[in-house]
């Protein structure tokens, strides 16, 4: 079992910038793929990035590649995701999640682990 806790969320202005922490227990990541994504009010869960644990391959949303930069700690077992030049549409709750996997997933139906989710609102 994989437990997953986010942090960082907050308030901030259109241009500014967040880092969300995503911090994993339960057992060791290695072996597992890593994404974020979000769920604006009304939408539908979205893709944001993934990164596979071991060899370190990204992927990145179109709608965000360019100003977010998910990276991570293998040693504190922490998922980061670097969030710069924010926009009003990147108003969301962000979710981390874990499937245990060597390749990268775009779709959230194929995560098996969740955190609870952390709020970031950007104000124009």
């Known amino acids: 079992q994989v437990q997953l806790v986010e942090s960082g969320g907050g308030l901030v202005q259109a241009g500014d910038s967040l880092r969300l922490s995503c911090t994993a227990s339960g057992r060791t990541l290695s072996g597992y793929v890593m994404g974020w994504f979000r769920q604006a009010p009304g939408k539908d869960r979205e893709f944001v990035a993934a990164n596979t644990w071991v060899s370190s391959n990204t992927a990145y949303a179109d709608s965000v590649k360019g100003r977010f930069t998910a990276s991570r700690d293998n040693a504190k077992n922490t998922l980061y995701l670097q969030m710069n030049s924010l926009k009003p549409e990147d108003t969301a709750v962000y979710y981390c999640?874990?499937?245990?996997?060597?390749?990268?997933?775009?779709?959230?139906?194929?995560?098996?682990?969740w955190g609870q989710g952390t709020q970031v609102t950007v104000s124009s």
């Open positions: 999640a874990a499937r245990s996997a060597l390749a990268i997933f775009r779709s959230p139906n194929d995560y098996h682990y």
